[in-house]
C-alpha cells in the first residue's frame, strides 16, 4: 500500500510544481522545435496550469482515501473515537460528582 502511496505521491509532485511560468516555459520549448504556434500560448497554459490544478485535487482525494484506509487498518483511535471516549468519561465522572440517593 505505501508503495501506491509513494507512486501517486511522485507523480503528483510533478502536477503540483506547474505554474503559469513553467507552463510558459514548456510552450516555449514547444514552439521552438516547431511543435507549436506562438499565437495558441495562451490556451496551452491554460490548459496546463488546469491540468495539474485537476492532479493536485485527485491526488489530494486519493491521499486521503489511503491514510483513511491505513488508519482504519491499523485499529488507530480516530478524533471521533476519542470525542465518545471522553463524552463517557464525563458522564461516568458527573454521576460520582453527583451525591447518591439512598432509601
Same mark, same amino acid.
Given at each position: 500500500?505505501?508503495?501506491?502511496?509513494?507512486?501517486?505521491?511522485?507523480?503528483?509532485?510533478?502536477?503540483?510544481?506547474?505554474?503559469?511560468?513553467?507552463?510558459?516555459?514548456?510552450?516555449?520549448?514547444?514552439?521552438?522545435?516547431?511543435?507549436?504556434?506562438?499565437? %495558441?500560448?495562451?490556451?496551452?497554459?491554460?490548459?496546463?496550469?488546469?491540468?495539474?490544478?485537476?492532479?493536485?485535487?485527485?491526488?489530494?482525494?486519493?491521499? %486521503?482515501?489511503?491514510?483513511?484506509?491505513?488508519?482504519?487498518?491499523?485499529?488507530?483511535?480516530?478524533?471521533?473515537?476519542?470525542?465518545?471516549?471522553?463524552?463517557?468519561?464525563?458522564?461516568?465522572?458527573?454521576?460520582?460528582? %453527583?451525591?447518591?440517593?439512598?432509601?
Amino acid at each position: 500500500m505505501f508503495d501506491t502511496l509513494d507512486k501517486l505521491m511522485y507523480a503528483g509532485l510533478g502536477a503540483m510544481s506547474m505554474t503559469r511560468e513553467r507552463a510558459e516555459k514548456i510552450f516555449d520549448e514547444y514552439v521552438s522545435r516547431g511543435k507549436a504556434e506562438k499565437d %495558441s500560448r495562451s490556451g496551452f497554459v491554460k490548459d496546463m496550469v488546469e491540468t495539474a490544478e485537476k492532479s493536485r485535487s485527485e491526488l489530494e482525494k486519493l491521499i %486521503s482515501k489511503q491514510v483513511h484506509e491505513a488508519v482504519q487498518q491499523a485499529g488507530i483511535a480516530t478524533l471521533e473515537d476519542l470525542k465518545r471516549i471522553e463524552n463517557k468519561l464525563d458522564l461516568l465522572l458527573a454521576k460520582q460528582a %453527583s451525591p447518591c440517593e439512598t432509601d
